[in-house]
């Protein structure tokens, strides 16, 4: 049998409970960072694509800086070829301006976060759309006006094309557009179409799309949707938008989508319809948006549900307000801003009385949908360094001080874009970054970061890397924290600390490893470190045979008789190797065939006559052969017991104390001293 030792050092369980006794917080190591999926995109991202990590990257995989100092359509420094690159990336930009483009531009390698925000005078693609067909894409700050053919030398030759941004293909997950602003599109300001699963749409400007130059048609707001034998969406949140002056679409869910989720959205002047629905399957949550009818907007409800050959059950309604049909959310049916083909009225009945499927979770912090076009305004859209005039003159349209039906705003459905005007984009010198790693040299000590070395890859307390804090401290969030208490997530693994510089909650994942490589550490969220003892039973008969409880003693084969005796004086209760005969022949046999390791010195003292005497010295040393019985012991690492006056007894109980001292089985390889 080969020797091993299982036990335990005893000062470790200070630091290490046994299962179901949970560990003090403020004893616990903590971690520098948390896997990416426990952690929102960036603080205050919410529904459905939250989880999304884009260019994060890992302690082991980390991301990279690439930096856009190009406003041509394509070659080296410019957009297209960031995006092109592979691995996870953060795409910062030293350029101002308009990028403008021949083709679209296709995110086709995962793990991207393009941070239009860095910018330092603002960036805007025209001429084609950027499309996603790859997973986890985080995409902030960006702005997205397309225009018809008198843009960008012609831009896209393939009218549907020139939509601002697109989602979706054969599977596309976690991704998230947030504070972007999209308008004078020639189809759809965006879309989620083909397959996709887990966006979030939020905080966003969607209008004035070009109406009727697109094959007569266009001019929308956002589709979500498929075609071809392409599976449909799935799993979208659009949270917090605004649109205004989109003919239709408003958006639009249609071919199956199912969970989709429209909350808190306003929407101004639509033609046709604002929210629409159809297809059976398809199933959604329309909850606490505001639509105010404009100039160009039809004698009737703001919701289109196209009843006509499929069933509305899978539809839920609720809080939602038509400045025409439906003004205060607390009086009237739920129906009432929306109507059927004919302009029908939708019966409450025909709809779902009750949520239809789980959500995202974000109903939990939604606002009424009487707050959402002054909580909605003052910071929707592309708005770093500043909001541009576009979207300034958009929103004002709107006239959000007076919501009444008889005030129609002064918005109107453009159909061609000499209706309105691109202003010039000033090229803004950016600010120096010595290490190149798009953190500026003048924000490096905001996180304790040297200027001249690229570090901003490393993880801050709050699971985000340095480049994350600095990008996102582009956006207040407005659950901002001020004391630790705000932070507590109830999760026993984590440490909860509010960063009052930033207002971030900082949930640290605790190490619960204790460094003992015969325990496996783990975390329970409800009971903290559990450092669980690990079984090593090797089903040896010896093992078997010596009285053992959660702690081992090994015996090293000789012979039966050498073997039943050792059986007899070797006992173990829980810790520690305790000699319960004294005779010389017993006691020889214990010493030579009860085998473990004790590393360490230790000293111990022993009261004999009344006085305080140190009797016992233990260090380690390899021992030479042993014999007994004839047979020859395995040779192994031991310890020595030097005690030249003690008797048999004597001897016996120290061993027993000094075991049960050290939580150690003690191994006696040397002979009996002579008692004196």
């Known amino acids: ?93 030293e350029v101002s301006g308009y990028i403008d483009l021949t083709t679209e531009i296709s995110i086709d390698n995962s793990d991207i976060t393009i941070a239009g925000q860095t910018s330092p005078g603002g960036i805007t693609v025209r001429g084609s759309r950027i499309k996603v067909r790859a997973s986890n894409v985080i995409v902030r700050g960006m702005r997205f006006r397309p225009g018809d053919d008198s843009v960008a030398g012609g831009g896209d030759s393939t009218c549907s094309s020139k939509d601002g941004f ?39 400007i969607f209008g004035e799309a070009i109406s009727l130059q697109c094959q007569s048609d266009g001019g929308f707001g956002y589709l979500i949707g498929t075609g071809s034998t392409y599976a449909a969406p799935s799993k979208i949140s659009l949270l917090r938008n605004v649109f205004i002056s989109n003919r239709d679409r408003n958006p639009y869910v249609k071919s199956g989508a199912t969970e989709i989720e429209v909350i808190n959205n306003f929407g101004y002047n639509h033609k046709s319809a604002a929210f629409a629905f159809a297809d059976d399957g398809t199933s959604v949550h329309v909850i606490n948006n505001y639509y105010k009818h404009g100039h160009d907007s039809h004698s009737r409800a703001s919701c289109y549900l196209h009843a006509d050959g499929a069933s509305l059950s899978t539809v839920y309604l609720s809080g939602n307000i038509d400045t ?25 009945g025909e709809v779902a009385n009750a949520p239809v499927f789980t959500g995202s979770g974000f109903t939990s912090s939604m606002i009424e949908a009487s707050n959402v076009p002054g909580d ?65 040299d003048s924000n490096e000590s905001t996180y304790g970061l040297d200027p001249n070395t690229a570090d ?31 932070c507590d997530d109830q999760d026993a693994c984590t440490t909860d600390v509010c960063n009052t510089a930033t207002g971030i909650c900082e949930n640290t ?40 409880q959660r702690r081992d003693v090994f015996i090293h084969k000789f012979n039966a008789t050498t073997m039943m005796l050792a059986q007899q004086t ?14 010389a022949t017993t006691m020889m046999i214990a010493q030579q065939t009860a085998a473990t390791q004790l590393r360490g010195v230790f000293t111990h003292k022993l009261i004999r006559q009344n006085a305080c005497v140190p009797v016992l010295g233990i260090r380690p ?4 052969s042993l014999v007994a019985n004839g047979r020859e012991t395995q040779r192994t690492e031991t310890v020595l017991l030097h005690v030249p006056w003690a008797s048999k007894e004597i001897l016996a109980k120290i061993i027993q104390n000094a075991a049960v001292a050290h939580a150690r089985a003690i191994t006696v390889a040397s002979k009996h001293a002579t008692p004196t």
């Open 1 to 93: 049998m080969k020797f091993v030792s299982f036990n335990i050092v005893a000062t470790l369980s200070i630091f290490s409970p046994v299962k179901g006794q949970q560990q003090p917080k403020h004893l616990r190591l903590h971690s520098s960072r948390r896997a990416a999926s426990t952690i929102p995109a960036f603080p205050g991202a919410a529904g459905y694509g939250s989880g999304a990590s884009g260019g994060r990257g890992s302690v082991t995989n980390p991301g990279t800086v690439i930096k856009v100092t190009s406003l041509s359509d394509s070659g080296a420094g410019t957009l297209r070829d960031a995006v092109a690159a592979s691995g996870p990336r953060t795409v910062v930009f």
């Open 166 to 204: 697109g989602i979706g293909q054969s599977l596309v997950e976690d991704v998230i557009f947030d504070h972007c602003s999209a308008t004078w599109a020639m189809d759809e300001n965006g879309s989620s179409w083909y397959t996709s699963s887990r966006t979030t749409i939020s905080n966003c």
């Open 324 to 348: 025409c049909y439906r003004s205060d959310a607390s009086q009237g049916g739920e129906t009432e801003f929306c109507h059927k083909e004919g302009n029908s009225p939708v019966a409450a």
């Open 376 to 440: 909605l305004f003052p910071s929707v859209g592309a708005i770093h360094p500043s909001r541009d005039s576009i979207d300034e003159r958009i929103l004002s349209t709107a006239n959000i001080d007076v919501l009444t039906c008889n005030d129609k705003g002064n918005g109107a459905v453009i159909s061609d874009v000499n209706e309105v005007d691109y202003p010039p984009i000033q090229n803004v010198q950016s600010p120096a970054d010595a290490d190149g790693d798009g953190i500026p």
């Open 456 to 486: 901003s890859h490393h993880f801050a307390g709050s699971g985000y890397t340095y480049l994350e804090e600095y990008i996102n401290s582009f956006y207040s969030v407005s659950s901002a924290c001020s004391t630790n208490s705000e």
């Open 509 to 548: 994942v605790i190490n619960c490893s204790d460094g003992d490589t015969c325990t496996t550490d783990s975390c329970d969220t409800t009971l903290g470190c559990m450092n669980t003892q690990i079984q090593c039973d090797d089903n040896d008969a010896a093992q078997l045979t010596a009285a053992t």
């Open 570 to 583: 070797a006992a173990t209760q829980l810790r520690g190797v305790f000699i319960h005969k004294s005779d």
């Open 621 to 624: 040393l390899v021992s030479p």
